[in-house]
């Protein structure tokens, strides 16, 4: 009787159970990437774009790359298929790090005089193992940070900013 199948078989099974018992301690024990966010500055530059300044309160453990390294989602549904509300294309442009991130609105998409807008904004975070020393079981982790917030023209390069709300989720990578 041939008995490599079965030696196959067995290192497989072994295999399975070995990723089954990987501690995470990426997710688990850092938990939240963000402990709070506030908005902390707004300008017009010489293109008449709106730079928006924002400081959070992150995980000490990730370094700068890791927020460099998020991405800024632009689809139009969420990662379940459902329809939300983004506004990716009223951006020139977003940076990141450990303490702050820049968002800049195109002068194009802001408020008109006494008028309201409401801005909202989804990226995506790395697998933190990717950046830091953690394991997890399975493939790569994502964390999720959706972002509004919104702004009112009082008068001429003068914009006043309301309601920031932010939620972070995590979606744990496949096995």
Known sequence: MNRF?????????????????????????????FQSIVQDSLFRDAQNDLSLRFSWNALDVLPNGYFADAALIRAAKDRFGNDWVNDHEDLVRWQADSTSFLLVLKASALPVLNADETYSFHHRFPDRADHIDCTHPGSGDAYYLDLSFSLRQVAADEFEFSQLRWQESFQAGGF
């Open 5 to 33: 199948p079965f030696l196959i078989l067995g290192l497989c099974v072994s295999f399975l159970l070995c990723q089954c018992k990987t501690k995470d301690t990426c997710n688990a024990v850092l938990g939240d990437t």
